[in-house]
């Protein structure tokens, strides 16, 4: 079954580094997720991505935070200046045109910054 | 906006039987999706289940089912003959079929199967 790979599975940081979280999404997938997932709390959405361009952002998603998917393949979110509640897991997630169908979770990242 | 709303922040169940994990949601549109995932230690989120809201036929899969009221905006999930593996976070999830697919998550609850 196709999935959506993420990497690396964990990256510590310094506070105040930038660090850019990678994810290999379904190849005929054409919607493109990041999610967030403080420990214990729930999964937050950050910022969905379609036709190379973001369609919908949330709050937490500002000027610290960018997206880009460089050469068709790779979707990555990169945090440029990281904060200590930066700390989270954050999965990428992709999906065909049918929604009905559901969206394919990576494994996630889990970012720790100290 | 909005909301999803998990009642329940654990559930304990013991092997073979079965656990109902309740959800309900508020929002003002006519069409959306709604699904169940499941979250094991590892911290994958995996698939478990999905039910469109123009059908009202309760979708099945396996061992895991649910009840779905449009009216009263539930969607409750049923694991029967829970075994260990079952042992996880549940998360329900909503998203409007008007939007790019932003998904609404439940705090989650979490189901414990002891032998």
């Known amino acids: 079954e196709p999935e959506v790979t993420q990497t690396p599975s964990h990256q510590v940081t310094q506070m105040g580094q930038e660090v850019i979280l990678r994810c290999v999404p379904i190849?005929?997938?054409?919607?493109f997720y990041w999610y967030r997932q403080i420990l214990g709390q729930k999964v937050e959405f950050l910022v969905s991505?379609?036709?190379?361009?973001?369609?919908?952002k949330s709050e937490i998603f500002d000027d610290q935070f960018s997206v880009e998917r460089p050469d068709g393949s790779n979707f990555t979110l990169k945090i440029r200046s990281t904060k200590l509640e930066d700390s989270a897991m954050y999965f990428c997630?992709?999906?065909?045109?049918?929604?009905?169908?559901?969206?394919?979770f990576g494994s996630g990242t889990r970012l720790t910054v100290v | 906006a909005q909301t999803v709303t998990q009642s329940q922040p654990e559930m304990s169940v013991q092997e073979a039987e079965t656990v109902t994990l309740s959800c309900t949601y508020d929002?003002?549109?006519?069409?959306?999706?709604l699904f169940w995932y499941k979250q094991p230690p590892s911290r994958q989120m995996i698939l478990v289940i999905r039910?469109?809201?123009?059908?009202?036929q309760n979708a099945t899969e396996n061992r895991f089912s649910v009840n779905f009221q449009k009216a009263a905006k539930s969607f409750s999930l049923k694991i029967s003959d829970s075994q260990l593996g079952d042992t996880a976070m549940y998360f329900c999830?909503?998203?409007?079929?008007?939007?790019?697919?932003?998904?609404?998550f439940g705090a989650g609850t979490q189901v414990v199967v002891t032998p």
């Open positions: 997630a992709s999906r065909s045109r049918d929604r009905a169908i559901g969206y394919t």
């Open positions: 190849s005929n997938h054409l919607y």
């Open positions: 991505f379609y036709n190379n361009e973001i369609s919908e």
């Open positions: 929002t003002s549109e006519n069409n959306y999706y």
């Open positions: 039910q469109e809201a123009y059908k009202q």
């Open positions: 999830a909503f998203v409007k079929t008007d939007s790019w697919g932003k998904l609404q």
